[in-house]
């Protein structure tokens, strides 16, 4: 596989494989995601497994044109169970997706990514979760998943420091201590450095009044980038697009559990915007003035620099309907994975 620019962590929902087919061809070419099933507890094992493999099936649809990663980071030992009969070391035959494991899962996801990738003798990814402070014996536990692989068979590591926001200002030098761990266990094929940094919306968040938050997770790779590393033309960047690192934690709603209102998102140089929208035709005078409090940022990029802007300067003339939270995702998306694969290539 060539090696990505820009690797986004997206849940397997269909607004985000949307999004990423709406990407421009030339963008869309320098991104890899790395896909993340949602967990399920409690479903029962048919519809579980009718779950899994619809929206693994759409992903590798949408995958078609360009190589990525799947993942099942929170499923459990049933869960897993359930994975392996749908996702078969065959399942992955002829399609652009690698599997994905790590230290700390059930045995029955380990295994599964293990015989897929085994199977069709490519790359296995391995995801590190760093959200607080490195722990030196995470280390010896990925250097088990390595030992149970053929030797030289391709890995790639993902350096997932999960949520990144102000109250991190020691992130990038926990990431630095990991990395430094990690790097000489085996020849990584790809080795990206991963972090969430869209804030939720705040407690007091309210129509017409925008709300800004900086981009630490940003500055956290700045920092990365800036260290003396002798590995630091091999790192990628990755985040969680426009999401907090948490969405893809969550399982999803299930009919009308989705708040009344939504958020509109954008991404600027240094900070993160948001906008609340309601929900409803009724709502279209709000909805457009939603739209407005971004399309007025000093530093909005205008309509012609992604389908993502469009569709808010359309939204503002009317142009387009109010949408809803799988619009607002899959817009926020196509603008937000536009401009940092762009802000990547300068």
Not at 42 to 49: E, N
Not at 53 to 72: C, F, N, T, V, Y
Not at 245 to 259: C, M, R
Not at 266 to 274: E, G, I, V
Request: hydrophobic letters at 35%; proline letters at 10%.
């Amino acid at each position: 596989m060539s090696v990505p620019l820009y690797v986004p962590v997206l849940p397997t929902r269909p607004h985000a494989g949307a999004a990423y087919r709406a990407l421009a061809p030339d963008i869309r070419r320098q991104v890899a995601p790395l896909w993340t099933l949602p967990p399920r507890p409690g479903v029962l094992p048919k519809p579980l497994a009718e779950r899994i493999a619809k929206e693994a099936g759409d992903i590798s649809a949408a995958q078609r044109l360009g190589s990525a990663w799947l993942d099942a980071p929170f499923a459990d030992d049933v869960e897993a169970a359930v994975m392996a009969d749908v996702l078969t070391p065959g399942w992955w035959d002829d399609r652009n997706l690698r599997p994905v494991t790590g230290p700390g899962r059930p045995g029955a996801q380990q295994s599964l990514a293990l015989a897929a990738a085994r199977h069709r003798k490519d790359g296995l990814g391995i995801r590190v979760r760093l959200p607080g402070d490195w722990n030196d014996r995470t280390a010896s536990d990925v250097a088990v998943l390595l030992d149970r692989l053929p030797s030289g068979h391709p890995a790639d590591l993902f350096l997932d420091l999960a949520t990144v926001l102000p109250d991190r200002p020691d992130a990038a030098k926990e990431a630095l201590r990991a990395l430094d761990t990690l790097l000489p266990l085996t020849s990584w094929r790809t080795v990206t450095v991963v972090a969430g940094g869209f804030p939720e919306p705040p407690g007091d968040f309210r129509e017409g009044v925008p709300y800004e938050a900086p981009r630490t997770d940003w500055e956290t790779w700045h920092e990365i980038r800036h260290s003396e590393r002798p590995y630091l033309p091999r790192l990628r960047y990755g985040d969680y697009g426009i999401h907090p690192a948490t969405y893809v934690t969550q399982t999803p709603p299930v009919g009308g559990g989705s708040p009344p209102w939504g958020v509109l998102r954008y991404t600027t140089a240094r900070s993160y915007h948001l906008s609340k929208v309601p929900y409803g035709r009724q709502y279209d005078d709000a909805n457009r003035e939603a739209a407005r409090c971004l399309t007025g940022l000093s530093d909005f990029r205008g309509a012609a620099a992604s389908a993502g802007e469009e569709w808010l300067c359309d939204r503002v003339r009317g142009a387009e309907t109010p949408g809803n939270h799988s619009t607002w995702n899959k817009q926020g998306n196509v603008q937000h994975m536009t401009f940092a694969t762009r802000s990547l290539g300068h």
